[in-house]
């Protein structure tokens, strides 16, 4: 081959590989985009069809606690019972690893807030509940709580949208109990981590099952685009709030939020820049286990979008670009019934204090 055969063959190659790495991180964007906007990886029932989108009907996988095993030298007791019961304030044997604490005399403020800092480290939601002897009952305790009690529960949660507890968590979890029961005198008995590890996968998956999103778009007329401005003033017409989050909330008579309306584009809504703002379109959310009644959350949202799309001389359409039908619609609804059947039968009912944990 000539010289100039050869350097075009490189120049070639050189060419090839910037397409294909420009269209990887085009790709990576996009995916960025889109994890932002459904907070993980979740269903959208407008885009998937009944037969993918219904929650899967497993059996009810109760998380098991097996004997107490610590991490080496820990100062434990033997727990061969399930532990833990389920109580208003308690930890939560479904959703929650836990340790019992106990100390023979009263445990002061500042060695619960050490506690506390050091249960708080590892990823998950963890927090620590006292024994109120007078009450009867656990207390969760806040990091304003006092001292004074002289048995606790440490613990931290098994799953939530970012995934599953993880051995690194849990074992250092583990160890962070042990040692602050070491330094202070007292004695803790923990669970089986095994045990935790596997209750933390099979929630995960159950979690997967029942996590849906549902999307609708006001998108702009061909060529065109909405101003912030404009997109400010109809949001508020139709009941929406701009908060701090970058994303405008419609919330219910209880101040919860049923949707939201974020831009399609990356840049969130900031009060003080909406002004130079400009949008091809607005995306409206729907969290389907964090609402009690999707279907009403459903219709409203639709009549909603219907009014923004009037109010901005845009459309409403699906993730597929396509119009809004009553019968589709319809569809919907009878699945998102599906799914919350399937959440109250696993013991974790949309909208409830699970729920709400769980899909944070």
Same mark, same amino acid.
């Given at each position: 081959?000539?010289?100039?055969?050869?350097?075009?063959?490189?120049l070639?190659?050189?060419?090839i590989?910037?397409?294909?790495?420009y269209?990887?991180?085009?790709?990576?964007?996009?995916r960025?985009?889109?994890?932002?906007?459904?907070?993980?990886?979740?269903d959208d029932?407008?885009?998937k069809?009944?037969?993918?989108?219904?929650?899967?009907?497993?059996?009810r996988i109760?998380?098991?606690?097996?004997?107490g095993?610590a991490?080496?030298g820990?100062?434990?007791?033997?727990q061969a019972?399930?532990?833990?019961?389920?109580?208003?304030?308690?930890?939560d044997?479904?959703?929650?690893f836990?340790a019992?604490?106990?100390?023979?005399?009263?445990i002061s403020?500042?060695v619960?807030?050490?506690?506390?800092?050091?249960?708080?480290?590892?990823?998950?939601?963890?927090?620590?509940?006292?024994?109120?002897?007078?009450a009867g009952?656990?207390r969760?305790l806040?990091?304003?709580g006092h001292?004074?009690?002289?048995?606790?529960?440490?613990?931290?949660q098994?799953?939530?949208?970012?995934?599953?507890?993880?051995?690194?968590?849990?074992?250092?979890?583990?160890d962070?109990v042990?040692?602050?029961v070491e330094r202070?005198?007292?004695?803790?008995?923990i669970p089986d981590?095994?045990a935790?590890l596997?209750a933390a996968?099979?929630?995960d998956a159950?979690?997967?099952?029942?996590?849906v999103?549902?999307?609708?778009?006001?998108?702009?007329q061909?060529?065109?685009?909405?101003?912030?401005?404009q997109?400010?003033?109809?949001a508020t017409e139709s009941?929406?709030?701009?908060?701090?989050?970058?994303?405008f909330?419609?919330?219910?008579?209880?101040?919860?939020?049923?949707?939201t309306?974020?831009?399609?584009?990356?840049?969130?809504?900031?009060a003080?820049?909406?002004?130079?703002?400009?949008?091809?379109? &607005?995306?409206?959310?729907?969290?389907?286990?964090?609402?009690?009644?999707?279907?009403?959350a459903l219709?409203?949202?639709?009549?909603?979008?219907?009014?923004?799309?009037?109010?901005?001389?845009?459309? &409403?359409?699906?993730?597929n670009?396509v119009?809004?039908?009553?019968?589709?619609?319809?569809?919907i609804?009878t699945?998102l019934?599906e799914?919350?059947?399937?959440?109250?039968?696993?013991?974790?009912?949309?909208a409830?204090?699970r729920?709400q944990?769980?899909?944070?």
């Amino acid at each position: 081959m000539s010289d100039l055969q050869i350097a075009l063959a490189v120049l070639g190659v050189v060419v090839i590989g910037g397409v294909y790495a420009y269209n990887l991180w085009q790709e990576r964007k996009l995916r960025q985009r889109l994890e932002r906007a459904f907070e993980g990886q979740r269903d959208d029932v407008l885009l998937k069809p009944a037969s993918v989108v219904q929650a899967a009907a497993v059996p009810r996988i109760e998380p098991r606690i097996g004997e107490g095993v610590a991490p080496a030298g820990a100062v434990t007791t033997k727990q061969a019972a399930p532990a833990l019961a389920v109580t208003a304030d308690g930890a939560d044997s479904l959703i929650e690893f836990a340790a019992n604490i106990e100390s023979v005399g009263t445990i002061s403020e500042s060695v619960l807030h050490e506690l506390q800092g050091l249960i708080a480290t590892f990823g998950k939601p963890a927090r620590v509940l006292g024994w109120d002897d007078g009450a009867g009952a656990w207390r969760s305790l806040g990091r304003e709580g006092h001292g004074g009690f002289n048995r606790l529960q440490a613990a931290i949660q098994l799953a939530n949208r970012s995934g599953p507890l993880h051995a690194p968590q849990l074992n250092g979890f583990c160890d962070a109990v042990h040692g602050w029961v070491e330094r202070h005198g007292m004695t803790a008995t923990i669970p089986d981590v095994a045990a935790g590890l596997k209750a933390a996968q099979e929630l995960d998956a159950l979690c997967g099952d029942m996590d849906v999103a549902i999307g609708l778009n006001v998108v702009a007329q061909p060529g065109d685009a909405f101003s912030g401005d404009q997109v400010a003033g109809a949001a508020t017409e139709s009941g929406f709030s701009l908060e701090s989050d970058g994303v405008f909330h419609w919330r219910d008579a209880d101040r919860k939020t049923l949707f939201t309306m974020e831009n399609h584009e990356s840049e969130p809504f900031v009060a003080d820049r909406l002004e130079a703002m400009q949008t091809s379109g &607005l995306t409206l959310l729907l969290d389907v286990p964090k609402v009690a009644d999707a279907g009403v959350a459903l219709d409203e949202m639709a009549r909603v979008g219907e009014l923004l799309a009037g109010n901005l001389g845009g459309f &409403l359409v699906d993730d597929n670009r396509v119009a809004l039908q009553a019968a589709g619609v319809a569809r919907i609804k009878t699945q998102l019934r599906e799914i919350h059947d399937t959440m109250a039968a696993r013991g974790i009912p949309a909208a409830g204090s699970r729920a709400q944990r769980l899909f944070a």
